[in-house]
């Protein structure tokens, strides 16, 4: 037995807020977790610190499994966001003491590394075309493999996804929500002529991927990915809110290409009508807000049956918590598909030092014992919380939107 001790949450801002749980055993052996939920962090942090940690002193950090199944069914209000980062962040800080506990990095007691390494994708963003294809050249002279294109959309202010730090691409960019104007029409025309762009300067071998964020009805997103199939893009991701699954079907019936889904889902239980229908082809899910690895491993299985392959968020406010725990599992399961990988900043890296690496287009979660991630306490406390927000979307005439 591995008898939980302690835990407690640390919350740190070294340019951005990260919540990171840490799961202490009798026998001084810790593992972390994280819980960061953007734009809504302190509510993850009181669910754990004012309603998780209780439960969990005293039990058996090996029983990964009942300690899931515990917090899930055993506070009656399932999954949603909030529960069920919480429950990613114990989930996450458990396989990190048990992977220690056997002196292995996690990958191997997941059954082993499926691959040499994990293709990651980076995001080129720029305010115009010109300046994208620069970008996602920068990428390609990295050895990345796979680019996501952002522009900025002529005749709009502002769009989200495409920043000024090219590199360390902020989501939350405001201690009260920002607002960005919206026209589809304008959008439209801008994003073949970028793909165009980019398959000329960047040739046939390396991936081009596109976020829509969410922000088209189904038959615009059919549209979409018709004028796209000459670039073959490897995928169109959010071409729709997720909530009516019904939507994709359309999509589907007026285009080939790829279609993921799947960075606010939470549980199988939002992937499953899509993968069974065949209506993605890549499942976006994520460990920290998909409720860990254990429930991402069942997710991941569910799609292997329908030839659906992982495409894990990865964005900034996903800590190095989470990119380790991603990288273990990307690169144990068969159906692995790509990663998503923004840079984290020189000042989070050193609150979270880490063993995963970046090579040739390629990351590896590295050899350490456990996730290979670490807090420096001391470091993060110099970093207070500070509110941030994701922006808000609204039409030119001042409709409120999605993104
Ligand atoms: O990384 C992506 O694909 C995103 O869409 C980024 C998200 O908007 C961001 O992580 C939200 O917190
Ligand atoms: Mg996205």
Redesign the pocket.
């Known amino acids: 037995m591995l008898k939980i001790k302690d835990a407690r949450v640390v919350v740190t801002c070294p340019g951005r807020n990260f919540v990171t749980l840490r799961i202490e055993t009798a026998d001084g052996l810790y593992g972390l977790g994280d819980a960061t939920l953007?734009?809504r962090e302190l509510a993850v942090v009181s669910y754990l610190a004012d309603h998780v940690i209780p439960c969990l002193i005293g039990r058996d950090a090996h029983q990964i499994e009942d300690i899931w199944q515990y917090l899930y069914k055993g506070a009656y209000w399932r999954r949603g966001p909030v529960t069920m980062s919480a429950i990613a962040a114990v989930d996450m800080a458990l396989w990190d003491i048990k992977a220690k506990a056997a002196n292995m990095p996690l990958y191997q007691l997941l059954g082993g590394a499926c691959r040499t390494g994990v293709m990651v994708y980076g995001?080129a963003n720029g305010q115009t075309v010109e300046e994208t294809v620069d970008e996602a050249l920068k990428y390609q002279a990295l050895g990345y493999k796979a680019v996501?294109l952002q522009s900025g959309v002529p005749g709009l202010p502002s769009t989200?996804?495409v920043s000024g730090d090219k590199m360390f691409y902020e989501?939350?960019d405001g201690a009260l929500p920002t607002e960005n104007v919206w026209s589809t029409a304008k959008y439209m025309r801008t994003v073949p002529k970028l793909f165009e762009a980019a398959r000329l300067a960047l040739g046939d071998d390396v991936h081009l991927l596109h976020?829509v964020?969410h922000r088209l009805t189904p038959i615009e997103a059919g549209h979409l990915g018709k004028s796209l199939e000459p670039y073959r893009p490897f995928w169109l991701?959010?071409a729709t809110p997720a909530e009516n699954q019904e939507a994709f079907r359309l999509i589907r019936q007026h285009t080939t290409t790829p279609l993921a889904v799947g960075?606010v889902f939470n549980t199988i239980w939002d992937c499953k009508d899509l993968i069974q229908n065949q209506l993605i082809d890549y499942i976006?899910a994520t460990v920290v807000h998909a409720g860990g690895i254990t429930h991402l491993r069942r997710i991941a299985n569910l799609a292997d049956l329908y030839q659906v392959r992982t495409g894990c968020?990865?964005?900034?406010?996903?800590s190095p918590v989470t990119m380790a725990a991603a990288l273990h599992f990307d690169l144990s399961i068969p159906n692995f598909g790509v990663q998503?990988y923004?840079r984290h900043t020189a000042e989070t890296d050193a609150v979270f030092p880490h063993a995963y690496s970046f090579k040739d287009g390629y990351l590896h979660p590295g050899d350490a014992p456990g996730l290979g991630v670490d807090l420096d306490e001391g470091l993060a406390a110099k970093y207070p919380y500070s509110r941030a927000f994701?922006p808000v979307n609204r039409l030119e005439d001042g409709t409120m939107y999605n993104?």
């Open positions: 953007n734009g995001h996501r989200y996804g989501p939350a976020d964020h991701e959010d960075e976006r968020h990865g964005a900034t406010d996903l998503e923004m994701l993104w």
